[in-house]
T-cell receptor, first 113, second 114 residues
Framework: EAAVTQSPRNKVAVTGGKVTLSCNQT?????MYWYRQDTGHGLRLIHY???????EKGDIPDGYKASRPSQENFSLILELATPSQTSVYFC????????????FGPGTRLTVL | GEQVEQRPPHLSVREGDSAIIICTYT??????FSWYKQEAGAGLQLLMS?????DRKEEQGLTVLLNKKDKRLSLNLTAAHPGDSAVYFC?????????????FGIGTRVLVRP
C-alpha cells in the first residue's frame, strides 16, 4: 500500500490563480519535503518540515508557501501561480535519523496557462 | 554549499552488460549517500543507501562504491535487464544537514536494449 500519496495527480491552473498541492504519508516520519523536477535541473527542494506546525524554506522557496497541519499531511501552496511554476512536483517523507533516506510520492504534474 | 555532479546524462547498454553511473560531490562532511530510480511517470524509488564508513555495498545486482578520498560515488548495474531502464539519481546529505536535506545529481537516463 502506497505510503506517500499526492493529490491531485494532474492540475491545470490559470496565471494568477491559487493552487494547493496535497501530500499524505503513512510512514509516521517526522520530516516531509516538497521538490520540483524540471528537465536540466534534477530535483530542487522548495520547502520542508520537521513535524506538525513547522515549515522551513528550501533552496527555491520564492512564490511558494507550505503548511504542515499534522504529522501525516503537508501542503504546497501557490498563491499566485505563474507559467514558470509549470513543473512536476514531488512530495517525500523521511525519518529524523534516516541517514538521508527519503520516500517519494508519485508526483503532481502542474501546468499553469 | 554542497554540489553534486552526475555523469553520464544518458547511457545505453545491451541486456546482460554492466552500466556504471558516477557522482562526485564537493563537501568532505558528506555522510549519507543514496541512489534512487525513477521509472516513467513515477516518483523516485530508494534503491540503496550507504554511510560514509562503507566503501562497497552489493544488493540484488547493484553495487555501490564510495571513494571518500576522491569524493566519488558510483552505481554499477551488473547484468542489466530491460526492467532496469529508468532514470537514476544519486543523492547526498551532510552530517549536520538540518532536516536531512538531500542534494541530488541531475540524473542519468539508462536504456537497456534487448
Amino acid at each position: 500500500e502506497a505510503a506517500v500519496t499526492q493529490s491531485p495527480r494532474n492540475k491545470v491552473a490559470v496565471t494568477g490563480g491559487k493552487v494547493t498541492l496535497s501530500c499524505n504519508q503513512t510512514n509516521n516520519h517526522n520530516n516531509m519535503y516538497w521538490y520540483r523536477q524540471d528537465t536540466g535541473h534534477g530535483l530542487r527542494l522548495i520547502h520542508y518540515s520537521y513535524g506538525a506546525g513547522s515549515t522551513e524554506k528550501g533552496d527555491i522557496p520564492d512564490g511558494y508557501k507550505a503548511s504542515r497541519p499534522s504529522q501525516e499531511n503537508f501542503s504546497l501552496i501557490l498563491e499566485l501561480a505563474t507559467p514558470s511554476q509549470t513543473s512536476v512536483y514531488f512530495c517525500a517523507s523521511g525519518d529524523v535519523g534516516g541517514r538521508g533516506e527519503q520516500y517519494f510520492g508519485p508526483g503532481t504534474r502542474l501546468t499553469v496557462l | 554549499g554542497e554540489q553534486v555532479e552526475q555523469r553520464p546524462p544518458h547511457l545505453s547498454v545491451r541486456e546482460g552488460d554492466s552500466a556504471i553511473i558516477i557522482c562526485t560531490y564537493t563537501d568532505s562532511a558528506t555522510a549519507y549517500f543514496s541512489w534512487y530510480k525513477q521509472e516513467a511517470g513515477a516518483g523516485l524509488q530508494l534503491l540503496m543507501s550507504v554511510l560514509s564508513n562503507v566503501d562497497r555495498k552489493e544488493e540484488q545486482g547493484l553495487t555501490v562504491l564510495l571513494n571518500k578520498k576522491d569524493k566519488r560515488l558510483s552505481l554499477n548495474l551488473t547484468a542489466a535487464h530491460p526492467g532496469d531502464s529508468a532514470v537514476y539519481f544519486c543523492a547526498v546529505a551532510l552530517t549536520n544537514s538540518a532536516g536531512n536535506k538531500l542534494t541530488f545529481g541531475i540524473g542519468t537516463r539508462v536504456l537497456v536494449r534487448p
